[in-house]
């Protein structure tokens, strides 16, 4: 079953916003040498808006929390990081300034729909008071495992939702531990019918943006086809090495094999001519065959190249 996740992070109104909505300045502009979208499967992304971005866009809304902040509090909203002293152990703390619009990054199935989407964030509003304002699904990203060969390209099928992180109640934000952080894990799994993917503790690894996801992930893709390539390489030189080794005793045996053939044609050959020493050897396995085992001397000109009519034949150990 595939695998999901929710990374949440600060909602950036100025970059986020253009590429959850892909337009046109923003896709002329973007590195797409990094980041790659199939501009033709654009059309099958899907988007939703809250009732409450009607007749607004963020920026509008984000003032409108500032306000309530002020209102609620009696003091502006600290957007910014600040550094803070204590005062019994002088110890100093840096404190992040207040995200009050965050975003979720959700690893999708391709068949992900807006009302599975739509599930989870109702469950996250009752568990924990935050709202969703708009949620992307993004079906046209994606990376090549081998950069230029559209056949390797892998689809990064994802969704955005911008969250509402504040209590309107108090004016202040949500609190969210790493408990409730890992409850969404289940969550957003159990709502789009996935897994959830292996946590950070276990792991190790820190969640990466997503343009440097893309090159992470290329690097490890192409580090690993490098990595197969040079184990098939190294089987390739085994097989040489064994078909060497096999042809070259292939051909001692039929040198072999020539050799003994050989011998049977030369004998065959003095056996019909008489002569020779094939036919010397015929000769006296005939005698040994007529009179049994005897001593036959040669008392020809000694060359050994046959037996005369003066050849002696003495029964063996006898004059």
């Known amino acids: 079953m595939a695998q999901t996740s929710d990374h949440i992070k600060p909602y950036n109104i100025g970059s986020s916003k253009a590429h959850n909505r892909r337009t046109q300045e923003y896709l002329k502009r973007i590195n797409k040498d990094r980041l790659y979208i199939r501009s033709d499967l654009t059309p099958q992304n899907s988007s939703w808006e809250s009732s409450l971005m009607e007749g607004k866009d963020l920026t509008a809304y984000y003032n409108e929390i500032a306000r309530m902040v002020k209102e609620k509090t009696g003091r502006a909203m600290q957007t910014k990081e600040r550094t803070v002293i204590n005062k019994k152990t002088g110890k100093t703390k840096i404190v992040n300034g ?64 911008v969250w509402d992180w504040m209590n309107h109640e108090t004016g202040k934000s949500c609190k969210l531990g790493k408990v409730d952080m890992s409850l969404m894990q289940d969550m957003v799994a159990e709502c789009l019918e996935m897994e959830c993917g292996t946590r950070k503790e276990k792991t190790g690894k820190e969640h990466l943006e997503r343009t440097d996801f893309i090159i992470a992930k290329q690097k490890q893709e192409m580090e690993e086809a490098a990595n197969k390539k040079k184990h098939l390489e190294h089987e390739n030189q085994i097989r040489e090495k064994i078909g060497a080794e096999l042809d070259e005793e292939i051909a001692r045996k039929q040198n072999k094999v020539n050799r003994e053939n050989g011998n049977t044609i030369l004998s065959n050959a003095a056996k019909l001519l008489g002569k020779g020493k094939y036919a010397d050897m015929e000769k006296k396995h005939c005698l040994e065959r007529t009179f049994g085992r005897y001593d036959i001397q040669d008392e020809s000109d000694g060359t050994g190249t046959s037996l005369t009519v003066g050849t002696n034949i003495r029964k063996a150990g006898k004059p």
């Open 98 to 161: 207040s995200s009050p619009l965050r975003e979720s990054v959700v690893v999708c199935k391709q068949d992900t729909t807006i009302d599975q989407l739509k599930k989870y964030c109702d469950r996250c509003h009752v568990r924990w008071g935050i709202t969703a304002l708009q949620i992307f699904i993004h079906q046209d990203e994606g990376h090549y495992s081998i950069p230029g060969d559209n056949s390797t390209r892998k689809p990064n099928c994802h969704a955005h939702i």
